[in-house]
């Protein structure tokens, strides 16, 4: 059975990374099931039998894109002593990376799949554990999911536990959050601009703090 497994993995493996090179060397929209099979070497029906459609492939190939993030996310949250300085990091840390690879991120977390895209999340670390493994727990279960709004939930809910927000204001202030965050990534892909990434996040990261503040019912210094 494990064999089996193994096999499935490997197969998988082919694809994503040859997907990945087409998406490293021609742009995600260049991506086609004609390319990827001959970069392989299998044909097209063999894909069929590992992956949903091509954007299930896509998805997973993107997914290679964020390993720069989930590496540095340690380094980021590594000085923090509460949630918030850890909400506020991982935010930063996740726009950084987000802005310099829009189109990447945005297919990740604005993806429309048939299926559970948690799933698609899971079955990927299956696939690449390494990429992962050195993640605390707290923020190996936030990696776990790929819908942002859980992400962000899972950070807020720490906040509440610790007192610094009530729990009946967590979903607010995370749609708050998506509304900044969305807004901005979605300006930078619509119109293509090479963009000042320090200066968005910087931007990004003002507004989050300006809202998150109006929350506060415990006393912590965001230096908005």
Not at 87 to 99: A, G, K, M
């Amino acid at each position: 059975m494990e064999t089996k497994k193994n096999k499935k993995h490997s197969m998988m493996m082919c694809f994503i990374d040859a997907t990945a090179k087409i998406i490293e060397e021609e742009g995600i929209d260049y991506v086609t099931i004609r390319k990827v099979a001959s970069l392989t070497g299998y044909n097209s029906a063999t894909l069929y039998n590992y992956f949903e459609n091509l954007d299930h492939l896509i998805f997973s190939a993107c997914m290679k894109f964020t390993k720069p993030y989930t590496d540095n996310l340690p380094r980021y949250i590594e000085n923090c002593f509460n949630s918030v300085d850890r909400t506020l990091r991982i935010w930063e840390c996740f726009c950084y990376y987000s802005f310099s690879n829009p189109k990447i991120f945005h297919s990740i977390f604005f993806a429309k799949l048939s299926n559970s895209l948690n799933d698609y999340i899971s079955e990927y670390y299956e696939i690449y554990p390494q990429e992962i493994s050195n993640s605390y727990h707290s923020i190996y279960t936030m990696l776990l999911k790929n819908n942002i709004y859980d992400r962000g939930y899972i950070l807020l809910d720490e906040c509440a536990q610790e007192g610094y927000i009530k729990r009946e204001d967590i979903l607010e202030i995370n749609e708050l959050f998506m509304l900044i965050y969305k807004g901005i990534l979605s300006n930078i892909i619509e119109n293509e601009i090479n963009i000042d990434i320090d200066n968005f996040v910087l931007k990004t990261m003002k507004f989050i703090k300006i809202n998150l503040n109006h929350y506060l019912i415990k006393k912590h210094e965001l230096f908005v």
